[in-house]
């Protein structure tokens, strides 16, 4: 009851807030921004190309809505894991502000107003971009800036591709599948970031502090170090119908109490719910993704993206290593997606794709594996709405006799729709 008290007073809020603004300020397009809707399909990077020029102060108040249908069932080895219902989830909200401050500078906010891992409202991060340096002096660095993006904050940090196709808490209405990638980038930093484009090729050079938890605390574990990240690619039209982007990213943090947060930075939870919980309790809200934990990492991802006409391939390669100190680990991820969009504005599509992680925890450890097969489909309703199904079956092999996973695997099938404006 108190949940559902609570969910009331966060809509109402949030109603109060959206009618409010929208009473002071019209919901005006933004400059050099990723739409929140079917129009930001396929958007990686923000282009420096618009078409809206700044003519005072705008505020776009938006929000993400998503809810799922869980009808899984799972089995291991030891036979301790929690039946799973056929049901609905706990719905997961977004608040999300935009402000256009000057002329090529713009403000993000996010805050998580209900997630599977806070129930409560949690704000996730944000962040300053800026496309223009003219609040210095009129078109200070204007021949550098007219390629150039500079963003800073506390937010996800731009590392590999995959974190543009994920679903981000409610805002599910880029990713094509209910589930994100086992191996699963993604991590609020501190950090500052410079984005060059230019005729399609693209270099980004980035710092962050490395931690998901901002604290100046310091004890006797304290060995923090800053992550050096940055990416190298190309992205353009070859033909009329053809596009092609192909990227490479790096993420090196060599400090043993920062720089693992990048595969368990996200504080909303797993997208599948009490997957791989035993009965006495032992699981958390992050289950049906791994973590390598690895404290002295560096880490590689490769991201192929082609789109002809309505057929798309998106693909990782990614390699995930821990120091010589640290006992050698090393991951390896694979994921291979295929879509076809059709019908008009391509509101339709059908597709599968394939997810595996294997690596060890040392050099000397055993091989583990999980792989994860998805297939399924979608119907933008609007460019708003989407509705989306999906047949999802994970398995775990290599894991001793005694673990959990030994042996695991959960299977069956979601329903999700999602909302974003």
Same mark, same amino acid.
């Given at each position: 009851?108190?949940?559902?008290?609570?969910?009331?007073?966060?809509?109402?809020?949030?109603?109060?807030?959206?009618?409010?603004?929208?009473?002071?300020?019209?919901?005006?397009?933004?400059?050099?921004?990723?739409?929140?809707?079917?129009?930001?399909?396929?958007?990686?990077?923000?282009?420096?190309?618009?078409?809206?020029?700044?003519? @005072?102060?705008?505020?776009?108040?938006? @929000?993400?809505?998503?809810?799922?249908?869980?009808?899984?069932?799972?089995?291991?080895?030891?036979?301790?894991?929690?039946?799973?219902?056929?049901?609905?989830?706990?719905?997961?909200?977004?608040?999300?502000?935009?402000?256009?401050?000057?002329?090529?500078?713009?403000?993000?906010?996010?805050?998580?107003?209900?997630?599977?891992?806070?129930?409560?409202?949690?704000?996730?991060?944000?962040?300053?971009?800026?496309?223009?340096?003219?609040?210095?002096?009129?078109?200070?660095?204007? &021949?550098?800036?007219?390629?150039?993006?500079?963003?800073?904050?506390?937010?996800?940090?731009?590392? @590999?591709?995959?974190?543009?196709?994920?679903?981000?808490?409610?805002?599910?209405?880029?990713?094509?599948?209910?589930?994100?990638?086992?191996?699963?980038?993604?991590?609020?930093?501190?950090?500052?970031?410079?984005?060059?484009?230019?005729?399609?090729?693209?270099?980004?050079?980035?710092?962050?502090?490395?931690?998901?938890?901002?604290?100046?605390?310091?004890?006797?574990?304290?060995?923090?170090?800053?992550?050096?990240?940055?990416?190298?690619?190309?992205?353009?039209?070859?033909?009329?119908?053809?596009?092609?982007? /192909?990227?490479?990213?790096?993420?090196?943090?060599?400090?043993?109490?920062?720089?693992?947060? =990048?595969?368990?930075?996200?504080?909303?939870?797993?997208?599948y719910y009490n997957v791989m919980q035993t009965l006495?309790?032992?699981?958390?809200?992050?289950?049906?993704?791994?973590?390598?934990?690895?404290?002295?990492?560096?880490?590689?991802?490769?991201?192929?993206? /082609?789109?002809?006409?309505?057929?798309?391939?998106?693909? =990782?390669?990614?390699?995930?290593?821990?120091?010589?100190?640290?006992?050698?680990?090393?991951?390896?991820?694979?994921?291979?997606? /295929?879509?076809?969009?059709?019908?008009?504005?391509?509101?339709?599509?059908?597709? &599968?794709?394939?997810?595996?992680?294997?690596?060890?925890?040392?050099?000397?450890?055993?091989?583990?594996?999980?792989?994860?097969?998805?297939?399924?489909?979608?119907?933008?309703?609007?460019?708003?709405?989407?509705?989306?199904?999906?047949?999802?079956?994970?398995?775990?092999?290599?894991?001793?006799?005694?673990?959990?996973?030994?042996?695991?695997?959960?299977?069956?099938?979601?329903?999700?729709?999602?909302?974003?404006?």
């Amino acid at each position: 009851m108190k949940k559902f008290n609570r969910s009331i007073t966060y809509a109402v809020v949030f109603m109060m807030m959206f009618f409010i603004v929208n009473a002071s300020w019209a919901q005006r397009d933004l400059m050099y921004y990723r739409p929140d809707n079917s129009l930001g399909l396929n958007v990686f990077e923000t282009t420096k190309d618009t078409d809206y020029v700044f003519d @005072g102060l705008q505020v776009k108040v938006g @929000g993400d809505f998503a809810l799922q249908f869980q009808g899984l069932s799972q089995e291991n080895s030891l036979g301790n894991l929690v039946e799973l219902g056929s049901n609905l989830n706990l719905p997961t909200a977004n608040l999300n502000l935009d402000v256009q401050l000057e002329d090529g500078l713009r403000m993000h906010l996010r805050t998580y107003l209900s997630a599977k891992h806070h129930q409560e409202a949690w704000v996730k991060g944000g962040y300053l971009q800026m496309d223009k340096l003219d609040f210095v002096s009129d078109g200070f660095l204007e &021949g550098i800036m007219q390629y150039t993006t500079i963003k800073v904050g506390m937010d996800e940090i731009n590392y @590999g591709d995959a974190h543009f196709r994920r679903t981000d808490n409610a805002r599910a209405i880029f990713n094509p599948f209910v589930g994100n990638y086992i191996m699963d980038a993604f991590s609020t930093e501190a950090f500052a970031e410079v984005f060059v484009q230019n005729n399609g090729l693209l270099a980004l050079v980035a710092i962050s502090n490395g931690k998901l938890n901002q604290s100046v605390v310091v004890n006797d574990n304290t060995d923090n170090k800053l992550s050096f990240y940055g990416k190298l690619g190309y992205d353009d039209y070859v033909s009329e119908d053809f596009r092609l982007r /192909l990227t490479g990213s790096w993420y090196i943090n060599h400090g043993t109490s920062t720089g693992s947060y =990048i595969y368990g930075g996200d504080r909303a939870g797993g997208r599948y719910y009490n997957v791989m919980q035993t009965l006495d309790g032992d699981g958390s809200d992050f289950e049906g993704r791994f973590n390598p934990r690895f404290s002295e990492l560096t880490a590689l991802q490769f991201n192929p993206f /082609l789109k002809y006409k309505g057929l798309e391939f998106f693909g =990782i390669y990614e390699v995930a290593m821990n120091g010589e100190d640290q006992g050698n680990g090393q991951f390896t991820q694979l994921a291979a997606e /295929l879509l076809y969009r059709f019908g008009e504005d391509e509101r339709f599509y059908l597709g &599968g794709r394939y997810n595996q992680v294997k690596g060890e925890q040392t050099e000397d450890a055993a091989t583990l594996t999980i792989d994860r097969f998805n297939i399924g489909g979608g119907w933008f309703m609007t460019k708003n709405i989407v509705a989306k199904i999906e047949y999802v079956k994970q398995n775990y092999d290599g894991y001793p006799t005694e673990s959990k996973y030994n042996g695991g695997e959960f299977s069956g099938l979601n329903i999700e729709a999602a909302i974003s404006f």
